[in-house]
């Protein structure tokens, strides 16, 4: 069941939903402007939360931030008609390359054994929208390239174009004055690969880039907002995995057990799935 929450007077999100895989959306509510995080995996994902925004008395939006091309962040756009969609131009030229893609079936299937699609994805479309797929591309109304912030009134967004393996066109947002750090999907594995994917290298160029903000709560697109604490023992255990798996690399039995002394405790099913996600990122190397 997804649920509308309210962290402060400024900010407001709504839950996950696992199974079709609806992200995270947010809502930075200023002094004179709504901003929105996110579209959304449909147009029935997005009118929700415009829905339960209204029924929580929030101003309606004026704009709507993008953190990446991936469909479940931006099939919701033709529902914020009338609301400026910002996104950075990698994001952009993403979105344009589905333009031409039909979403029925076989038009899936035929994509996800070309490799262009991956099955987690198909199922979660077809699980989201069911047989009826009105699927339609909303391009971004205004882009930037590297970083731009906003005055929404009271309050300050930074938005910041970070890449990473699961997006090269990952964008991250940070509410200033709030010290919220929004992630998306940055700091996630690579899915569009013939195995799940993470690279020491471009997870700790990463890192170091999200470490620069005093943000005192994170939040996981397809989690949840963290504490500063909480956040800071993600990335000790994704800086340390990183680095055994950048000496071991594509030797997962060693990079496990390396881990294991080095944290001296058994180590937990989280950390055996980044375990293998950088395996498959160093093998061959």
């Not at 899936?108 to 479309?125: M, P």
């Amino acid at each position: 069941m997804q649920t509308l929450i309210k962290h402060s007077e400024r900010f407001w999100y709504m839950t996950p939903v696992d199974l079709t895989d609806r992200p995270i959306l947010g809502a930075v509510v200023g002094d004179t402007h709504t901003l929105l995080i996110d579209a959304g995996n449909s147009v029935s994902h997005a009118s929700f939360f415009l829905e339960q925004m209204k029924k929580h008395g929030l101003r309606a939006p004026a704009m709507v931030a993008l953190t990446h091309w991936h469909w479940d962040h931006i099939f919701g756009l033709p529902a914020l008609e009338g609301i400026v969609s910002i996104a950075s131009e990698a994001t952009k030229q993403g979105m344009e390359k589905l333009m031409p893609y039909a979403w029925d079936d076989a038009s899936l299937d035929e994509r996800v054994a070309q490799g262009i699609e991956i099955s987690f994805c198909a199922e979660a479309i077809r699980e989201e929208y069911g047989d009826a797929r009105d699927i339609q591309i909303v391009l971004p109304t205004l882009t930037f390239q590297e970083a731009l912030t906003l005055d929404l009134g009271g309050v300050h967004v930074m938005l910041k174009h970070v890449g990473g393996d699961h997006a090269k066109d990952a964008v991250i947002l940070y509410l200033v004055e709030e010290k919220i750090l929004f992630l998306g999907d940055a700091l996630y594995a690579n899915l569009y690969a013939p195995t799940w994917r993470m690279t020491p290298e471009e997870t700790l160029r990463l890192l170091d880039v999200l470490e620069t903000f005093d943000a005192h709560q994170i939040v996981w697109s397809h989690g949840e907002m963290v504490s500063r604490e909480a956040f800071a023992e993600d990335c000790l255990a994704l800086r340390r995995i990183a680095a055994i798996s950048s000496d071991f690399p594509g030797n997962e039995e060693e990079i496990t057990r390396s881990y294991a002394v080095l944290v001296n405790r058994e180590i937990n099913e989280e950390e055996r799935e980044l375990i293998t996600f950088f395996r498959n990122g160093t093998v061959g190397r």
